[in-house]
């Protein structure tokens, strides 16, 4: 489904979270999950994931601190509603 994400993975650091990734790619292959992580916040044109950027992912991996910023950007550049 293309509605907005499943999950979301937050790890305490950059490092963890491409560990993640990597580990949520390998189990996810089989089922056709789209498995991300933040790298960049402050890129405009990448750094926007709400449903109308047309990004869809099922799960999503971050570190605290990006998904924070992301939601206090006005309007927030992540949407987490569904």
């Known amino acids: 489904m293309k509605c907005g994400f499943r999950a ?20 996810g292959d089989e089922m056709n999950l789209r498995t991300h992580v933040i790298h960049m916040v402050d890129d405009p044109k990448k750094c926007d994931y ?16 990006r998904i924070c910023y992301l939601l206090s950007q006005n309007p927030p550049k992540i949407d987490l509603s569904k």
């Open 8 to 27: 979301l993975i937050i790890c305490p650091t950059r490092e963890l979270a491409k560990q993640t990734q990597r580990e949520a790619l390998r189990l």
């Open 50 to 65: 709400s449903f109308a950027s047309g990004r869809s992912y099922d799960i999503l991996v971050t570190t605290p601190n």
